[in-house]
């Protein structure tokens, strides 16, 4: 242990009788960069927090080899490898925006987090900045190592499909880290951790990304039209793996988007109590 | 205390604070002050509202009604210029648990244009020696002096400490203490809720008795023992002897207890203070349990007004 540190900034008055004048205001630092430290800790916590890493890189990774071997989820006329690619990287964007955002903002507001970080000079609204640009800088790592094993196992993305893409991606980051915010914001810590990881699994597996909804019964197919999975399936399957553009699975994905940003901004709550 | 930073004006005003949760009332007309310079201690039994008042202080709740003012502006509305203005050290902590306690630290003063050195403000704390561990594995006094770092960190006017102490040994709790009174001594109002009774009767200027949402005491240490016991029920006096040797000290110790004596007193050496104060909260909180007993049966609102050793404290806090 050491000296004690000082505590008034260097400039402000002196201690003792003579502090007559009032000391200087402290001050926070500019906004970028407190969303800038911000997103540095949630990038940082996201990526060195071995079961986040299972969910972002190591689950995706196992679906992308496994599609790519076992006669499954194809589409005719395209390349396995191509189908493989998009189911993948829908599984890693669903993964880090969701699932580990519910579960590592649920237990931010269980540990009183989100209470202590509204009041510093960051704020609820560089909390949330710093949290979309550190999953945005997590999917930067997802896309560039699951991209490379694709590219390994055969992939040859057109650079039309790969930019065609990027809009896709925005949208269903948002339309998922929404829904993960979500249930972050109203379900208890422990019914987030289990109804997040089983939302996962279904909408990869039985959701249309893993497999397309044309591979589905009829039945089962028109709901997996309607869901944000689906349509995400289908439209990065459209950008990445040449398969059919569907209009309608826009407006899907648009419109969970929209919805589950406004049910946030209605629904969140930051504290347990 | 700075006895110049008493003519600025407070750094915190609340005047007839009011909010319930349904039907329970953690706020009831609450009226409290706290000034630049000065260790202002909330005092209460659990369920008193201290937690609620800082709460509504850091703009986490909005009252029901009554007014907040810290710092001059209402917590509720005020943005990130302000709140880099004020230090909150949390109850339940508030620490993101998957980084290290270090990154943590280093994370907290990035959000203010001039923090404290932050190795320097580790090596204080003694936080240095876990700077490398992972917040969910501290165990709960490592976590206590992180949050209390983080809620300093930034050189704030006005710090808000929850139970700053709590979980601590000895040793750090004593810096702890230095650090809190260097804080006042350069002019941060600290606000500082404790059970701590040590805590008070050795850092604080002005104590603010809780109970049920309302000041029922207020002024320094002394004037509360004294306004509840009454001057004649005991004197304290404050006396350093310096050079002092060991061999002496029992003798001296004689001396002051036949002094005492001859006067027909009872003498109570170290920690008396701590004591007297345990005493007299204890003496409130039963006085103020009967008192709300009596409302129940006698809803008549004359009945607020306090009664038995209650009365001459309520004038103060008012």
Not at chain 1, 74 to 100: M, N, Q
Not at chain 2, 152 to 169: H, I, K, N, Q, S
Not at chain 2, 243 to 267: K, M, N, Q, Y
Request: a neutral charge.
């Amino acid at each position: 242990m050491t000296d004690m540190p000082s505590p008034a900034p260097s400039s402000s008055a002196a201690a003792g009788t003579e502090a007559q004048a009032p000391r200087r205001a402290a001050r926070p630092a500019s906004p970028s960069r407190r969303i800038l430290a911000h997103t540095r800790l949630e990038t940082r916590a996201l990526l060195t927090n071995g079961e986040q890493l299972m969910v972002a890189i190591a689950l995706p990774a196992m679906v992308l080899i496994g599609l790519r071997l076992l006669p499954v989820g194809r589409l005719e006329g395209i390349a396995p490898v191509d189908t493989a690619v998009a189911a993948t990287l829908a599984t890693a964007l669903v993964s880090t925006s969701f699932t580990s955002q519910a579960i590592q903002t649920g237990f931010d507001r269980r540990n009183g987090v989100l209470r202590w970080v509204a009041t510093t000079p960051l704020g609820r609204d560089g909390y949330l900045a710093g949290k979309v640009l550190a999953t945005l800088l997590v999917h930067v790592v997802q896309v560039g190592l699951l991209g490379a094993l694709g590219l390994a196992l055969g992939w040859r993305p057109s650079l039309l499909g790969v930019l065609a893409a990027v809009p896709v991606w925005a949208l269903g980051t948002l339309a998922f880290g929404s829904l993960g915010l979500l249930l972050a914001g109203r379900l208890r810590t422990e019914a987030v951790l289990a109804v997040s990881n089983l939302t996962f699994v279904l909408f990869v597996a039985v959701g249309g990304i893993a497999f397309p909804a044309a591979t589905y019964p009829r039945f089962w197919r028109g709901l997996v039209d309607l869901l944000p999975s689906g349509a995400l399936g289908e439209l990065l399957r459209a950008c990445l793996a040449h398969g059919p553009f569907s209009l309608g699975s826009a407006v899907v994905l648009l419109t969970w988007a929209v919805l589950g940003t406004l049910a946030v901004m209605r629904w969140f709550r930051w504290t347990d109590s | 205390m700075v006895a110049a930073m008493t003519a600025l004006p407070p750094a915190l005003i609340t005047e007839d604070l009011r909010l319930a949760y349904g039907s329970q009332r953690a706020l009831d007309g609450l009226d409290l002050t706290a000034r630049p310079g000065q260790v202002t201690a909330l005092l209460g039994p659990n369920g008193a509202g201290k937690t609620t008042a800082i709460s509504c202080a850091t703009g986490l709740l909005r009252p029901d009604s009554g007014t907040v003012r810290v710092l001059g502006e209402d917590p509720a509305a005020a943005g990130p210029e302000h709140r880099a203005r004020v230090g909150v050290m949390i109850q339940d902590g508030g620490l993101t648990s998957g980084v290290p306690a270090m990154a943590l630290l280093r994370y907290g003063a990035s959000l203010y244009a001039e923090p404290v050195d932050v190795p320097e403000l580790a090596a204080y704390l003694g936080i240095d020696e876990f700077a490398g561990t992972l917040v969910r594995r501290l165990s709960g006094g490592q976590r206590q002096r992180l949050a209390l770092a983080l809620a300093v960190v930034g050189r704030p006017e006005l710090v808000f400490l929850d139970e700053p102490t709590a979980g601590m040994d000895p040793a750090i709790r004593q810096r702890v203490r230095t650090l809190v009174r260097s804080l006042a001594r350069t002019g941060t109002a600290v606000v500082l809720t404790t059970h701590l009774m040590d805590d008070v009767v050795g850092l604080a200027d002005e104590v603010h008795v809780l109970s049920r949402g309302r000041a029922v005491a207020s002024g320094t240490v002394a004037e509360v023992i004294e306004e509840h016991r009454g001057p004649e029920a005991s004197l304290s006096l404050t006396a350093r002897l310096d050079g002092i040797t060991p061999e002496s000290r029992d003798a001296v110790e004689a001396e002051l207890r036949a002094v005492a004596a001859r006067h027909g007193a009872r003498l109570e050496l170290g920690g008396a203070g701590a004591a007297d104060l345990e005493s007299v909260l204890l003496d409130l909180m039963r006085a103020d349990e009967d008192h709300g007993r009596d409302d129940t049966t006698e809803p008549d609102p004359v009945a607020e007004a306090p009664r038995g050793p209650l009365a001459r404290l309520r004038g103060r806090a008012r």
